[in-house]
């Protein structure tokens, strides 16, 4: 047999990342889940041993907060966090390259061009220029390991936050990582200096004009740096690409030359100068926003880029093409799909799982008519079809805020409901409950507490009673905290019970003042699948109504082979057993099926 | 056949939630690194939970640069849902065959068409020499375990590959549990050996007779109280400024008769018509229950 021993391992960019991040000897690995980042701290909390702290933090602004103090106080730390995450971060991301390191700390930031899993697309490499830290952009799992490793170095040498920045497609996407011997950093201690830690305005002043001082160097050593690469093959097109959009040039166009930029900040001016002289027509191969080639443009260098290549989505290697054709730098290959027309397929947009317990609240909502400002979530898919109860979706938290202004501009005619997660809740709608008690708003804010944050998975939060590695933990009890911020109308409900959530959701909506309802079934997939007993549709019964179909659950469909209506049919192995489209069945035809 | 150790292809693996996608295309990916090649895997992770797609792209060869596979340059589709077969479709090379297996998973969205009954999903199988569609979670069943269908799909698919079947052991038994390490290799032989059977057949749909409805209501016995607002499962009635029912969009009407039959001023009347009115449902279906 054929087959070489096994020198590689196969990895996830994140998992290589976490690999990279353990091998540099962190000794702190915190951050909040987000698509696509999340894999990083749960396979750093399989892979690291105990003396490593690997938790979740609140949020990211409290993640960033926690690196920070980790790093100043000697500990190599990693940060972990999906591209918006670090919106939430933003405050402590702009000042902590003034206040320092002293061990190295490095910021995962997984962008999600194309929108995969995510309310928009933002280019990251934005937010690393603006706070002035060094970016490190891999492209594929193996600099994913080894990136990281040389950010924790250049983390400490510069003593500044250092950024790694991915996409979809090289967190999610797995290749061969050769792995090198681990640092064993030496023990740094935490020596008190007030006066570079300390952000008063007199210290903030220095520290601006150390950081200023270091932007030079820094420039200086990213033009030498090994991981920005000229490649020099064909001199008739030069192109310059970083990330994934660097593999996708070398596999459309693989004679061209190619300047592979691994440091986004800062950019090698004289390498790229270099480059453009060596070639007769330059041009930027990125995803998402013109970040390299509005640079570039701005030293003068005539380049092109976004003429060819879609600012929106994410790039692919037809779009590469597509783009380079258009340029006039590659020849059409006339490779053509295979020439048959094929069948239609269908969409297949996520749904609430079987048994969700976040359905029932959204056919009570709209039922009610409120307007409902809606978070983010699996709760979001409230705002599909055939649910269609969201008004407004915006940003983390945001479902609270919105209802307050709409409740301070006046709103009267139906009620205003804020509809969030117990992990968002957490994570950032309670200053807006806070606002909401303090000006004594007229707002329902309905909390989907299913015990988890599933949308990215089924992580644990502060009112879990554990974290990614700890059990045992204190539980904060939503109820309680909101009492505490001065709710006086709380009241927790079972969305199972359709009837009660009804009654629930009429009384808060009517109650004049801030209320709150908390839903309090668990999640059915995380963090363990639920089943109970199965029903079944009566097909004598059921006269085709359609009734159930409306509440979106994936175990009811139709049963096809009925001769002349379309009557549900329930998909024994999908059915949780939740009763809910049971209860409002009004010819009753649905029934539990024998216990097996 | 190729020498294995410098054959580059680009597969897609493409299934729904919870079926083993990623896992089979972490297989792939394995056994291709075991002969020393270079493999880059595309997952879709994200929304897979909640029931979409899911899909792996796996590239191997000498020398692989991204992940993604490019338009008319995809070789193998191995699918574990039909309707996720037929996605991938478009970017199958001239020579690129699919083996598919001919489970149907039929998600909500198919199923919007009330009025009319129509399924919207590819529920024939396409005849067509290079896509072999076979009953994988039969094999699986008869492996042990209706889980295993996409291993029994890697098993078919090995068979066009120039990888040993030791590799193609090895790998499964790297990535699966070690308890569904047994199970999982009897389907993927059970796959292997897998020749041909006859074309698949598909579930019979029954063709709804078309039908008439009409929908009146006598206005001055609404008092507005909104019930059949929140039962129609259509969500066709709505509140006017007078504080009285009306239809919006009446075409979407089923004939379901749920608010007739709720109102409680009985204000409103639904007549359908219908070639098989008595089979529909006839009188019995309007009385109160
Ligand atoms: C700022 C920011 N951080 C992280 C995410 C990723 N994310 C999407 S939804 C979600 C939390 C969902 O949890 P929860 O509110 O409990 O709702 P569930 O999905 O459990 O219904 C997270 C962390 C995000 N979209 N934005
Ligand atoms: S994962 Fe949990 S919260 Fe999300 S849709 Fe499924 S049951 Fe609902
Ligand atoms: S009981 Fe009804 S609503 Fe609940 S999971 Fe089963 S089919 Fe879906």
Redesign the pocket.
Known sequence: MATATKTRALLLGNEAIALGALHAGIRVATG????PSTETLEYLAKIAPPSVAVEWAIN?KVALDEGVGAALVGARTLVT??H??L??AMDAWMTSPLVGVNAGLVLLVADDPGMHS??NEQDSRYLGRFAGVPIFEPTDSQECYSFVRAAFLASERWDSPVMVRTTTRISHSRSPVHTEEPDAPERRSFRRNPGKYVMLPANARSGRLRFLERLPQMAEWAENHPFNQEELRSTAVGVIAGGAAYQYVRDVMPEASVLKLGIAHPMPEAKIRAFAGKVDRLLVVEESEPYLEDQIRNLGIPVQGKAWFPRAGELSPQLVRQGLVRAGVLAPDGLEPSPEEWPETVARPPVLCAGCP?ATPFLVLREIGAYVNG?????TLGAAPPLLAMDTCL??GSSVGLAVGMAKAGVRDQPIVAA?????FLHGGIPGLIDAVWNDLDITVLI?D?G?????GGQPHPGTGHNLRAGDLPRLDIAQLCRTIGVRSVVVVDPYDVGATHRALLAATRYRGVSVAITNRP?VQAPVKLFGRSYAVNAERCDGCQLCMNLGCPALGWNLTHPDRRIARIDRDQCTGCTVCAQICPQSAIVPTAAD | MNDPAQMSANLVVAGVGGQGVVLAGNIISEVTLAYGLDVKKAEVHGMSQRGGSVSAQVRFGPEVHGVLVEKGRLDWIVAFEWAEALRWLPLLGSHGSVFASTEQVIPPVSLRDRVEGKVRYPLEFTQHPRIRAFDASGLARQAGNVKTAGVALLGALSSALPFSVEAWHQAIKEWVPAKAVEVNLRAFDLGRQWQSAPPPRPVPVSELVPRQVWLSLEESWCKGCGICVNVCPERIWRLNERNVVEVQEVERCTGCGLCEKLCPDLAIDVVVESASAAAWGGAKLWQPN
């Open positions: 909040y889940p987000g698509t990211e966090m999906k918006v995450g919106n939430v995510s309310q976040h978070d983010i979530g699996c709760y940003s983390m969030i997660g117990d992990s968002t989907l299913n988890t944050t599933a949308m990215t999640c």
